[in-house]
């Protein structure tokens, strides 16, 4: 591998080439994952790429006005400490301000990298080319709030702020406060079961332990398996997956929690049974601000509804675990 310093002037005109046309490309890229979902967004980074096709242009315009129609086939692998562009484009589910801020770290290494090139170029006219695109690059932020101005109207901005909100609620509030609700309410059963048969702490916590993350690893794998999100929105499968699986035992261990307190101390039963009652009066009332919060349901109905099944499973198992 060379550095920088070490090419030659038409290999570091060759590199500029094929940078800014890699970074028209990632930027074309973001306008297509955004364009449905985010239109007005979408015509910005198709702005910006097209502002790096035409750097790409110009720059080969130099290129053969000094050394003819032949590229040298130079990769940014082959330099030395050179900027490497980051795969995140890539990814199905990236988001619209992780995009904007890749877009940032991208514009200022492109501005750093035509500074050392400019001071290492010996023809005049390219070097003042460098120089005039690291200015440009330093300046495409004022040029992206330029061109949000022009595309995001109030009206879109709007639109644009109420898509991003759908998208975080069905990626993931929604399997989130499936995996709570399960694993708040289905684990109840067993668990006071084994509390009222045994009257022991201990087993008590390792059955809720059990529920808790046999019940995580079921509805992560059911939630993942669902539903490929290319057709729902609802975005990457194994997000979903490991979201609904994760709060799904998470809403389970912690009213099992309690039951660690030790046998030894007096009326250790009476307190971890209290306590976890507490916690589970905690877990639903959670579950239900949260469905008023993000799911437009009315608090009250929310409360009752979610209340009213925990009620029903937690007399289930105390019921099962009394026979």
């Given at each position: 591998?060379?550095?920088?310093?070490?090419?030659?002037?038409?290999?570091?005109?060759?590199?500029?080439?094929?940078?800014?046309?890699?970074?028209?490309?990632?930027?074309?890229?973001?306008?297509?994952?955004?364009?449905?979902?985010?239109p007005?967004?979408?015509?910005?980074?198709?702005?910006?790429?097209?502002?790096?096709?035409?750097?790409?242009?110009?720059?080969?315009?130099?290129?053969?006005?000094?050394?003819?129609?032949?590229?040298?086939?130079?990769?940014?692998?082959?330099?030395?400490?050179?900027?490497?562009r980051?795969?995140?484009?890539?990814m199905?589910n990236?988001?619209?301000?992780?995009?904007?801020?890749?877009?940032?770290?991208m514009?200022?290494?492109?501005?750093?990298?035509?500074d050392?090139?400019?001071?290492?170029?010996?023809?005049?006219?390219?070097?003042?080319?460098?120089?005039?695109?690291?200015?440009?690059?330093?300046?495409?932020?004022?040029?992206?709030?330029?061109?949000?101005?022009?595309?995001?109207?109030?009206?879109?901005?709007?639109?644009?702020?109420?898509?991003?909100?759908?998208?975080?609620?069905?990626?993931?509030?929604?399997?989130?406060?499936?995996?709570?609700?399960d694993?708040?309410?289905?684990?109840?059963?067993?668990?006071?079961?084994?509390?009222?048969?045994?009257?022991?702490?201990?087993?008590?916590?390792?059955?809720?332990?059990?529920?808790a993350?046999?019940?995580?690893?079921?509805?992560?794998?059911?939630?993942?398996?669902?539903?490929?999100?290319?057709?729902?929105?609802?975005?990457?499968?194994?997000?979903r997956?490991?979201?609904?699986?994760?709060?799904?035992?998470?809403g389970?261990?912690?009213?099992?929690?309690?039951?660690?307190?030790?046998?030894?101390?007096?009326?250790?039963?009476?307190?971890?049974?209290?306590?976890?009652?507490?916690?589970?009066?905690i877990?639903?009332?959670?579950?239900?601000?949260?469905?008023?919060?993000?799911?437009?349901?009315?608090?009250?109905?929310?409360?009752?509804?979610?209340?009213?099944?925990?009620?029903?499973?937690?007399?289930?198992?105390?019921?099962i675990?009394?026979a």
């Amino acid at each position: 591998m060379k550095s920088l310093s070490q090419l030659t002037e038409s290999e570091v005109l060759a590199l500029a080439i094929a940078n800014e046309e890699e970074d028209s490309r990632i930027y074309q890229t973001f306008a297509e994952k955004l364009r449905a979902a985010f239109p007005a967004s979408a015509r910005v980074f198709d702005e910006m790429a097209e502002e790096e096709r035409s750097h790409r242009s110009t720059l080969y315009d130099a290129y053969r006005s000094r050394f003819g129609e032949h590229l040298p086939p130079i990769r940014r692998e082959d330099v030395r400490g050179f900027m490497k562009r980051r795969s995140v484009w890539l990814m199905d589910n990236l988001g619209l301000e992780r995009m904007r801020k890749e877009a940032e770290v991208m514009e200022l290494q492109a501005a750093n990298f035509y500074d050392k090139a400019a001071a290492q170029a010996q023809d005049l006219g390219v070097r003042e080319l460098f120089v005039h695109l690291a200015e440009v690059e330093r300046d495409h932020g004022n040029r992206a709030a330029e061109s949000e101005d022009r595309n995001l109207t109030v009206p879109a901005r709007q639109r644009e702020d109420e898509a991003s909100r759908r998208i975080f609620i069905l990626q993931y509030i929604q399997p989130g406060l499936v995996g709570l609700m399960d694993g708040s309410v289905s684990t109840l059963a067993p668990l006071f079961a084994a509390a009222f048969a045994t009257r022991e702490n201990w087993p008590t916590f390792l059955v809720g332990l059990a529920a808790a993350i046999g019940a995580g690893i079921s509805m992560g794998f059911a939630e993942a398996l669902s539903d490929d999100g290319k057709l729902s929105g609802r975005g990457s499968p194994l997000i979903r997956g490991f979201v609904c699986g994760l709060m799904t035992t998470v809403g389970g261990i912690f009213h099992t929690i309690p039951y660690l307190v030790p046998q030894t101390v007096p009326n250790a039963f009476s307190i971890a049974t209290t306590i976890a009652a507490v916690i589970v009066i905690i877990e639903l009332s959670v579950i239900s601000w949260v469905r008023a919060r993000y799911m437009d349901t009315p608090l009250l109905r929310a409360a009752f509804q979610v209340v009213i099944g925990g009620i029903l499973v937690f007399l289930a198992g105390i019921l099962i675990g009394s026979a």
